[in-house]
């Protein structure tokens, strides 16, 4: 996997550098934005990308090869082949998936994309996040610990990031939609982060 490859400048703007499938994998685009569409347009989950197609001036979203274990055990909520309008910026699924989190966000009374926010907001919410993954992981390796050993006895005595790596491949479904919700969070506040961090302590939108 790769990280969608953006530079964030001064004066509320930013750059989203593209590659065309037919450039031997070298960046070849460039596309000025408004730091404000953030929200409408940029996948806070990793496993998604966007490919430049010059023939048809077209941006479209991707799914990338080698996702984890988790991506690959949901039914995503955007939608490959979706296509990035670089004029308005506004990609229709990635909105719809971002605005799902950011209501999340602000349940947790935290600061998102959609907001005037500063840098203090965004390590608020790295750190709020960054708890939350801690717990949970935390818990579900107690809880295969427990089980683990009910049914075995003779259960090996593993370290701990040898627990945790076999008890996060056997979540459930339903802990699984919880980690990726928690990375796309996760992800938001960093992008938050680098966002402050060119344009100063704060920025208002």
């Given at each position: 996997?790769?990280?969608?490859?953006?530079?964030?400048?001064?004066?509320?703007?930013?750059?989203?550098?593209?590659?065309?499938?037919?450039?031997?994998?070298?960046?070849?685009?460039?596309?000025?934005?408004?730091?404000?569409?953030?929200?409408?347009?940029y996948p806070l989950d990793n496993s998604y990308d966007y490919i430049y197609y010059p023939r048809t001036d077209c941006i479209t979203l991707v799914r990338?090869?080698?996702?984890?274990?988790?991506?690959?055990?949901?039914?995503?909520?955007?939608?490959?082949?979706?296509?990035l309008d670089y004029l308005e910026w506004n990609c229709p699924s990635v909105a719809r998936e971002n605005q799902r989190v950011s209501d999340i966000a602000h349940d947790l009374h935290l600061k998102t994309f959609a907001d005037a926010y500063s840098s203090s907001d965004a390590s608020r919410g790295l750190t709020q996040v960054s708890k939350?993954?801690?717990?949970?992981?935390?818990?579900?390796t107690i809880d295969y610990r427990t089980e683990a050993k009910k049914k075995d006895s003779h259960y090996?005595?593993?370290?701990?990031?040898k627990q945790e790596e076999i008890a996060l491949k056997q979540v459930d479904k339903k802990t699984s939609e919880l980690y990726i919700l928690l990375g796309e969070l996760y992800n938001m506040y960093r992008v938050m982060g680098k966002v402050t961090e060119k344009n100063g302590a704060t920025r208002l939108f």
């Amino acid at each position: 996997m790769k990280n969608l490859k953006t530079i964030f400048t001064r004066e509320g703007k930013g750059k989203l550098l593209l590659e065309s499938p037919y450039s031997n994998s070298h960046l070849n685009e460039e596309f000025m934005f408004e730091l404000r569409s953030l929200i409408n347009w940029y996948p806070l989950d990793n496993s998604y990308d966007y490919i430049y197609y010059p023939r048809t001036d077209c941006i479209t979203l991707v799914r990338l090869a080698g996702v984890d274990g988790f991506n690959l055990r949901r039914k995503s909520y955007m939608q490959e082949g979706d296509n990035l309008d670089y004029l308005e910026w506004n990609c229709p699924s990635v909105a719809r998936e971002n605005q799902r989190v950011s209501d999340i966000a602000h349940d947790l009374h935290l600061k998102t994309f959609a907001d005037a926010y500063s840098s203090s907001d965004a390590s608020r919410g790295l750190t709020q996040v960054s708890k939350l993954i801690d717990e949970l992981t935390a818990k579900i390796t107690i809880d295969y610990r427990t089980e683990a050993k009910k049914k075995d006895s003779h259960y090996p005595n593993y370290d701990m990031l040898k627990q945790e790596e076999i008890a996060l491949k056997q979540v459930d479904k339903k802990t699984s939609e919880l980690y990726i919700l928690l990375g796309e969070l996760y992800n938001m506040y960093r992008v938050m982060g680098k966002v402050t961090e060119k344009n100063g302590a704060t920025r208002l939108f």
